[in-house]
């Protein structure tokens, strides 16, 4: 930790005595950049969070002060010196294995008082204060509550300072902070012997170096030991003892400011300041100092991270609002607009010299797309399809860092973060890598157990390619599922109409598909190759009869594929009707077609060619499950798509179905004529035949259509009762507090009612304030308070055993430090006999923000007894009467704010925003629609209620990149115009 230097904070001259003086220059000195003038006496200015100002006394270092036989003992020092010289008493008594065994346990025993205590002390003071509240609560620096441990603290307190220390002048807070010192002092001098004790006895010379080794390691351990010593003596002599015994948790002397060695290193005391460690450890040559040094470093990195950085940023940290649109400097910007200029110059030459047609109206954006043409209002859904948001408003946005960020970057993977399996890149990128290391640690394996993991490896690329792509593409079908991922989660641009979503999901789905493609072939070809055994004699038996057919079965398929693309071409190939309604597509019964309705059900003939020629069981059991699993997405995918895209126009019989049909009925009524008086029974026998085989494809179909259709419910219910299980068991409470005191408490004299709200009735629209009137006893506890929760989440009306989840308020504010009571007292408001009568509100991060019943309690002094609750009310979500862009924009006017917490400093200047002085006098004004946030949270509030009323879901990441009114609200009406089926 780093202090402002003393040019900061210290004033070179004498100070008046008056406390309205003092006040008025530390303001001066925090406040403005003034020089320190000079004079013959230093004076340091401190100021408690109270704000009282104070001057503070000289104090000395800990070595001088403990060691120094001029300066007095206190009790404290006696017991830091005792401690001391009993570690250097077992050091020289016991022996070295004991010694050793000792001191580890010893110096782990001080590393974690350092660590662990003072940082779980110090996080508590920084957070609520914890230290002084104790104080003040034991009363030992009170003189009437505890005056013999008032006057040993102060005996000890002014013995080590000097004559400008006062102890009952000062606050309590410095008080407090002296008497920590002293514990401080014991932790560190101990920690630090103890460990040089266990280096010291775990000295050894190592064998088999040579002399100029011995001497490079002694050295760099010398060196590396005054390194440590000049790190430590000059971060001391920039942050002084203030910063040293972490003064700032207790009072306030200035801001930080990095100097010094503090500009050698990131954290130099905790960093580079433990280099004697390895120092000592290159000295005594031991791996087991050299692994204690590196684990007592990490316990210190440890309570850095942990307490130094959340302390300092609490302390001195700034919010920064997410998504704030902040104008680029105006040399940045001239160099933008003149890409911009020469982009449009190099397009303009390009259409002029290609000769382009003008485009019709309907072709292109104009100059005059203000605003939509169709209004969806009064309609039912099914017209939202004719709806095209052409003409949305064309925002007028600054150039802004934070445009230009979404602009170039997406959720771009960084490692595994944000990694997205529908995207062809990412889901490449995690195959390489599973493919990687499962081929860098797969042991030798016999030859049957290589062929069983080809086996496996293919029939899952096999199944993946039928099943797993034929339920995406179902989905597709169904609810455009692909290209709701892709709207969710990525930000495009508010002129495009949705298109840029349809594209990168049909792009992304294109390569997947081929990746699907030639891995399904490749594993097959490596199990045949695997299985493949050449026969010893070629003219005996089957062996070139079975090699010849399996190679005419892979021509065939190759022969159909070949055919297949050369009709359907790529749009068809890759199931482009799945995506794009614009694209003009067709039914073509030309090529292969006129023959085959599916004549995909020949990539199949590879997989039988293939088991011919490697003789393989596993390659012809192969077959047959791609067979079944190419069945299965023709009638559950392709067909039902087909069906629902072409209607009566879907051929139902190919050219080579009829011409068998036809042979077939000419061949049965030649046997019917030739049969005679046998006929009827046989035409009997062949309708049973032909009716059972029906009725068995009918009932397999009608079973697993309905397995499918109740167990989607089931699974889904299930999976909601997962989740909900799981939040439930994160919010339950591990220990129930419960009060044992009720018996002096009349209960029945408290009540709870929620007040109505804005419509008179117990109905909240989300984000809408919450308010709650109550009623106690006069002697009630003052720490009582009122938690808010789902209907049916507790079980008992008498205690509360769920977390509340941070949707709680205090009766008494006063009496709460944050999420703890100030201290553990009951506190009894008035000794009269009425009831005590009062209001609190739910808002902000209080407010349940997911719809539902909810019901209030009141719970008793801190704990989760409940005296008195109250409930139903509801939490709702409004919908706009219309999806028009006027209607839609106006709904986000109402609903953004009440998502931001109705923060001036946050939402848009057309809903009552503030507006900044550097807005006013740029020369590009922040747009009025535009919004920011504090956190995701807010973010994801927004996303709620979109998908709530709208039934379109976002990312957060996408209404961040948006943050506007306008461009939200032409998102929500491109996202219904394209997701509508």
């Known amino acids: 930790m780093v202090l402002s230097s003393p040019q900061g904070l210290r004033q070179r001259k004498a100070v008046d005595d008056g406390s309205g003086d003092s006040r008025t220059q530390f303001k001066a000195e925090c406040g403005q950049s003034e020089k320190p003038r000079q004079s013959h006496e230093e ?44 570690q250097l008493v077992l050091f ?54 505890n005056p013999a441990a008032r006057n040993w603290i102060r005996a000890q307190l002014q013995g080590k300072m000097g004559k400008d220390y006062s102890f009952d002048e000062l606050p309590l807070e410095y008080n407090t902070w002296l008497l920590f010192r002293q514990l401080v002092d014991v932790i560190l001098l101990n920690d630090f012997l103890a ?25 760099g351990g010398v060196a590396l030991v005054v390194f440590n010593l000049w790190v430590k003596t000059e971060a001391h002599n920039v942050v002084k003892d203030y910063g040293w015994y972490w003064g700032d948790v207790f009072f306030q002397r200035g801001a930080l400011v990095f100097d010094g060695v503090f500009e050698l290193a990131p954290h130099p005391m905790y960093s580079v300041g433990y280099a004697g460690y390895y120092g ?112 949305p408003i064309l925002l007028e946005n600054t150039i802004s860092q934070h445009d230009l960020h979404h602009k ?17 890149s990412d889901a490449m990128l995690a195959l390489l890598l599973v493919y990687v290391v499962l081929g860098s640690i797969l042991p030798a394996l016999s030859y049957h157990a290589t062929l069983v993991l080809h086996f496996a490896h293919a029939c899952a ?133 006129r023959y085959l309705n599916n004549p995909e059900l020949m990539s199949g003939a590879s997989f039988l060619g293939l088991a011919l020629i490697s003789g393989s069981k596993l390659v ?60 009827p029974e046989i035409k009997r026998v062949a309708k049973e035949v032909k009716g059972t085989f029906d009725k068995v494809y009918e009932e397999t179909a009608d079973v697993v259509e309905e397995f499918l259709a109740r167990s989607r419910p089931k699974i889904s219910e299930v999976m909601q009762e997962t989740k909900v299980l799981l939040q439930q068991s994160r919010e339950r409470l591990v220990i129930t507090r419960i009060a044992r005191d009720l018996s002096s408490f009349d209960t029945t004299k408290y009540k709870i009612s929620i007040a109505p709200s804005q419509s008179g009735d117990k109905r909240f629209h989300i984000g809408e304030s919450i308010k709650v009137n109550w ?37 008494h504010n006063e009496e709460w430090d944050q999420d703890a009571p100030v201290d553990d007292t009951n506190r009894i408001t008035t000794l009269g006999k009425e009831p005590e009568l009062g209001t609190v509100s739910f808002d902000r991060s209080t407010l349940p923000w997911t719809i539902g019943q909810y019901e209030v309690r009141y719970h008793h002094d801190g704990k989760y007894n409940v005296l008195s609750l109250d409930g139903p009310c509801e939490v709702y979500v409004s919908k706009p009467v219309s999806l028009d862009l006027t209607s839609v924009r106006e709904y986000l006017t109402y609903i953004v704010p009440l998502c931001l917490d109705s923060d001036p400093d946050l939402i848009p200047l057309s809903c009552g925003g503030n507006q900044e002085p550097a807005d006013t006098d740029s020369p590009a004004a922040r747009d009025v629609d535009d919004f920011s946030f504090w956190s995701e949270q807010q973010a994801k509030r927004i996303c709620y209620v979109i998908k709530q009323a709208f039934g379109v879901e976002y990312a957060p990441d996408v209404v961040v990149a948006d943050a506007n009114l306008t461009a939200l609200a032409n998102r929500i009406l491109v996202s219904k115009q394209l997701l509508v089926l």
């Open 43 to 86: 004076v340091v200015w401190g100021k408690t969070p109270d704000g009282e100002v104070f001057r503070v006394p000289t104090t000395h270092d800990v070595l001088t002060g403990l060691f120094h036989p001029r300066y007095p003992k206190s009790h404290l020092d006696i017991l830091n010196l005792s401690l001391l010289g009993l």
């Open 620 to 679: 012809g059991m192969l077959a047959v499950i791609r067979f079944v699993s190419h069945w299965w997405f023709l009638q559950t995918v392709e067909h039902p798509h087909m069906q629902k895209l072409y209607g009566d126009s879907l051929r139902k019989d190919a050219g080579f179905v009829k011409v068998i049909k036809s042979v077939a009925s000419k061949n049965a009524r030649l046997l019917e004529s030739r049969a005679g008086r046998h006929a």
């Open 461 to 593: 690329w096999c199944m993946f390619h039928s099943l797993g792509l034929g339920l995406l593409l179902r989905a597709q079908s169904k609810s455009k599922y692909l290209v709701r991922h892709f709207l969710k989660h990525y930000h495009y641009p508010s002129r495009d109409h949705g298109d840029g979503a349809v594209q990168e999901a049909f792009t992304n789905w294109k390569a997947l598909y081929n990746i699907s493609l030639c891995m399904t072939y490749t594993s097959l070809t490596s199990l045949a190759w695997k299985a493949y055994t050449a026969p010893a004699a070629w003219f005996e038996g089957d062996a070139l009869l079975c090699h010849t057919l399996g190679a005419l079965l892979i021509a065939l398929h190759g022969w159909a594929a070949m055919e297949s693309f050369q009709v359907l071409g790529v749009f068809g190939w890759f199931y482009g009707d799945f995506f794009m309604e614009d694209f003009p597509a067709h039914l073509e019964y030309t090529g292969i077609f």
């Open 775 to 811: 009623q106690a006893p006069a002697r009630h506890s003052r720490r009582d308070w009122i938690g808010i929760y789902k209907i049916g989440a507790n079980k008992s009306a008498l205690v509360t055993k769920i977390s509340s989840g941070g949707m709680w308020v205090p009766v």
């Open 408 to 424: 170039y970057f997406r959720r771009d993977v960084v490692i595994l973060h944000n990694i997205d399996l529908l995207r062809s």
């Open 195 to 219: 460990y040089c004790m266990f280096a010291f006895a775990c000295f050894r010379v190592p064998e088999g170096l040579s002399f100029p080794v011995h001497a490079m390691r002694w050295l």
């Open 92 to 145: 020289y008594i016991l022996p070295r294995p004991t010694a050793k065994l000792f001191f580890l346990f010893y110096f782990a025993f001080w590393r974690a008082a350092y660590d662990a205590g003072l940082g779980w002390v110090l996080t508590k003071q920084s957070k609520r204060k914890w230290m002084v509240r104790e104080i003040q609560r034991l009363g030992w620096l009170d003189e009437k509550r």
């Open 280 to 391: 000592l450890s290159l000295m005594v040559g031991s791996y087991a100092v050299l692994y204690v040094s590196l684990a007592a470093h990490a316990a210190q990195f440890a309570f850095l991270v942990l307490f130094e950085n959340p302390h300092i940023e609490r302390m001195y940290g700034k919010r920064k609002p997410i998504a704030l649109r902040k104008p680029i400097s105006a040399s940045e910007t001239k160099k933008i607009r003149k890409a911009n200029s020469f982009r449009k110059s190099l397009s303009s030459v390009e259409d002029n010299a290609d000769q382009l047609s003008t485009p019709a109206a309907t072709e292109g954006e104009t100059a005059t797309d203000t605003e939509t043409e169709t209004e969806c209002e009064g309609k039912p859904s099914s017209t939202l399809r004719s709806y095209r948001p052409t003409h």
